[in-house]
């Protein structure tokens, strides 16, 4: 697909992107200090290449791009994109400024499998090139890998030209044909993208962006969430809206997430239902129990299952808020 992309062009966070193509995974170089290892395990799964124009200016920006990117695929379950696991691979190609304005060589950089390896590799990489430069060296264009102990750049191999490929036809390879109609159908499944989501949920729940990037984060998250609330708001006043929508948000990014990460487990695989978690914000919110008692109920909820009602009710939990009842109590014990 050298020649005929099957994308062109786009954008994603205001990066342009070059091209999208289809390649093989032929296997991967394990670099040591004395030698060098060829692993076939991987060789002929397919793989989907993503290049970026020359416009990122920052390792921020960079970390933006491929946090979006991986929100994408996984919202599309294209894949779990987990780097850790070899699913998802970033390269970064970096290069500085000449003093007339053009890019200077690039230097392509490997062997980084998390967001933070990113950073400290391009950060790393930027201050090298830029010591070079000033004592009047040449960057070399090469491959360099990622040494995570050490926190270096190394040089694997020098880089070849783009003609260096020797790109062949695949005579087996049939053409691939794209109708209109082929083309809206694809976006009629397509379900609702991080961007549109967290345009939404800000001028819809009137959530800070901390928060709604927490809960956007993985689809099922959101998913969760926006069936929590709709539960909740069918069963509390027009009035109490804002706030029992803030009540949710606070329990789920801090709460049930943490709980959740405590315990190493999905949250597609916990007992909480998005009913049950309503149930429990709209307790909260009507004075039914305090604000410390939920994080207990919430605990035992993680571990049972069970209806927040039910345990409120059997382990009697439920708060007196009729001042009236507490005033008689005050008298009787006076």
Known sequence: QYALPLVTGGE????????????????????SEDKSLVDFNRAGVPLMELVTEP????????LRFGRELQIILRY????????????MRLEANVSLYK????????????????????????????VRQAELLGKGEKILQETRGWNEVKGITFSQ???????????LPEPDLPLMSFTEELINELKSVLPELPQAKRARFASEYSLPLEQIETIIAERSMAEYFEEAVSELLTSIDKTDRLKGVTL???????????????SRASLSGIKITPHNFAALAELILKGKISSRVAKDILREML????????IVETQELGQISDEAVIAAIVEEVM
């Open 76 to 87: 599309l379950d294209l894949s779990e994109a987990d780097m850790e696991k070899g699913q």
């Open 157 to 167: 191999r020098s880089k070849e030209e783009a003609h260096d490929y020797r790109y």
């Open 248 to 262: 949710i948000a606070n329990y789920f990014t801090s709460d049930l997430i943490g709980l959740i990460n405590e």
């Open 303 to 310: 571990a049972t299952g069970f209806d927040p009602h039910n």
């Open 12 to 31: 994603l966070l205001g990066v342009k992107i070059r091209r999208i193509h289809l390649e093989e995974d032929t296997g991967r170089l394990v670099h």
């Open 55 to 62: 416009v990122i200016k920052s390792a921020e920006e960079a």
């Open 99 to 126: 003093k007339d304005g053009a890019l200077g060589d690039k230097v392509e950089l490997k062997n980084i499998n998390s967001f933070k390896a990113l950073k400290n590799a391009i950060d790393y990489e930027v």
